[in-house]
């Protein structure tokens, strides 16, 4: 990256509760879950002030997602609580990253505490969906990148999920994303995804193929990453270099990326189905009426052919 190059990058983290640096407890060991949720922290909040380090003009946005909603984790309004004060051996703006990143959160977790409180008290949580609305993160970013595109460049959006997610997870958000994706490809900002997950997830039909589709759309990278003690080492070496330097870099590649569209009437994954000429609802069969926008059909006429063949068997 030269220095004459100012990148404006669009962090989304994942603060899902089921993480599985939080869930996958073994036995009643839960120093060593919490110390690696901390090290994932750590390590986003290096790779963010690294970001910063390599040009002075660079700008970060960082935005949390979660079931409840999405929060702005940085920049902040003065008015948000994070003491602006220094710390030893660190920058001042570091510091200010990395208080706000761990404020936000906090306020994040606090808020996804009382939303399943007041869910368990109404007993009302049965259409709730728990997955973190990245969807919605991915809008916001669009919007910090458009509302900066004069002042940068280069821009990019790269997404970190700490689960791994199956391959129905966000079928809900599956037009979101595609919406977004195209709108990405044709401004030209490209996609980046790091997914923290086990190492025994590794097959493309139980992974969230909708990550996949969209770096492919928008040429951005997909990786997964398995031992948290290596993350930061991943970022940097793939997600921090922008787009012209990773042409002259040997990055992961992605093996084989599954283009299958999810349906609007059972949310699975179809190889064929039926689209709707007016909003693009897609259907795994055929269906008189629009689920999304009450647009009639018209039955499918009997061919000549096929008439003719049930007269000759009526003669017959």
Same mark, same amino acid.
């Given at each position: 990256?030269?220095?004459?190059?100012?990148?404006?990058?669009?962090?989304?983290?994942?603060?899902?509760?089921?993480? *599985?640096?939080?869930?996958?407890?073994?036995?009643?060991?839960?120093?060593?879950? /919490?110390?690696?949720?901390?090290?994932?922290? #750590?390590?986003?909040?290096?790779?963010?002030?690294?970001?910063?380090?390599?040009?002075?003009? #660079?700008?970060?946005?960082?935005?949390?997602? *979660?079931?409840?909603? #999405?929060?702005?984790?940085? %920049?902040?309004?003065?008015?948000?609580?994070?003491?602006?004060?220094? =710390?030893?051996?660190?920058?001042? =703006?570091?510091?200010?990253?990395?208080?706000?990143? *761990?404020?936000?959160?906090?306020?994040?977790?606090? @808020?996804?505490?009382?939303?399943?409180? #007041?869910?368990? @008290? /109404?007993?009302?949580?049965?259409?709730?969906?728990?997955? &973190?609305?990245?969807?919605?993160?991915?809008?916001?970013?669009?919007?910090?990148?458009? @509302? *900066?595109?004069?002042?940068?460049?280069? /821009?990019?959006?790269?997404?970190?999920?700490?689960?791994?997610?199956?391959?129905?997870?966000?079928?809900?958000?599956? =037009?979101?994303? =595609?919406? $977004?994706?195209?709108?990405?490809?044709?401004?030209? $900002? %490209?996609?980046?995804?790091?997914?923290?997950?086990?190492?025994?997830?590794?097959?493309?039909?139980?992974?969230?193929?909708?990550?996949?589709?969209?770096?492919?759309?928008?040429?951005?990278?997909?990786?997964?990453?398995?031992?948290?003690?290596?993350?930061?080492?991943?970022?940097?070496?793939?997600?921090? %270099?922008?787009?012209?330097?990773?042409?002259?870099?040997?990055? &992961?590649?992605?093996?084989?990326?599954?283009?299958?569209?999810?349906?609007?009437?059972?949310?699975?994954?179809?190889?064929?189905?039926?689209?709707?000429?007016?909003?693009?609802?897609?259907?795994? @069969?055929?269906?008189?009426?629009?689920?999304?926008?009450?647009?009639?059909?018209?039955?499918?006429?009997?061919?000549?052919?096929?008439?003719?063949?049930?007269?000759?068997?009526?003669?017959?």
């Amino acid at each position: 990256m030269t220095s004459q190059t100012k990148t404006h990058l669009v962090l989304i983290l994942d603060l899902s509760p089921a993480t *599985h640096l939080l869930s996958s407890r073994s036995g009643n060991d839960k120093s060593s879950d /919490s110390s690696s949720y901390e090290k994932c922290l #750590n390590s986003v909040t290096a790779f963010c002030t690294t970001h910063l380090v390599m040009d002075s003009e #660079n700008k970060i946005n960082i935005i949390g997602s *979660h079931f409840a909603g #999405n929060e702005i984790l940085y %920049p902040l309004s003065e008015d948000i609580g994070v003491r602006d004060k220094k =710390m030893d051996g660190q920058h001042e =703006m570091f510091a200010r990253v990395s208080q706000a990143v *761990h404020h936000q959160i906090k306020v994040s977790v606090q @808020k996804c505490r009382s939303f399943l409180q #007041n869910m368990d @008290k /109404s007993r009302n949580g049965s259409g709730v969906s728990f997955y &973190p609305k990245i969807s919605g993160a991915l809008a916001i970013g669009m919007c910090c990148i458009q @509302k *900066h595109k004069a002042e940068f460049n280069s /821009s990019r959006i790269t997404i970190i999920a700490t689960n791994a997610y199956d391959s129905s997870a966000f079928s809900s958000q599956y =037009m979101n994303f =595609m919406n $977004i994706y195209f709108t990405a490809q044709k401004i030209g $900002i %490209p996609i980046d995804v790091c997914v923290l997950g086990p190492s025994e997830v590794e097959e493309s039909s139980q992974i969230a193929t909708v990550f996949q589709q969209g770096c492919d759309l928008t040429g951005g990278l997909y990786m997964r990453v398995s031992n948290v003690n290596a993350f930061l080492e991943y970022l940097v070496w793939t997600m921090l %270099p922008d787009i012209e330097l990773r042409n002259k870099l040997v990055l &992961p590649t992605q093996k084989k990326i599954s283009y299958k569209a999810t349906c609007f009437c059972h949310r699975t994954l179809i190889d064929i189905g039926y689209v709707c000429s007016v909003c693009l609802s897609i259907s795994c @069969k055929f269906i008189p009426i629009c689920t999304t926008c009450h647009t009639v059909f018209k039955l499918p006429s009997i061919t000549p052919m096929l008439r003719n063949k049930r007269k000759s068997t009526k003669g017959s």
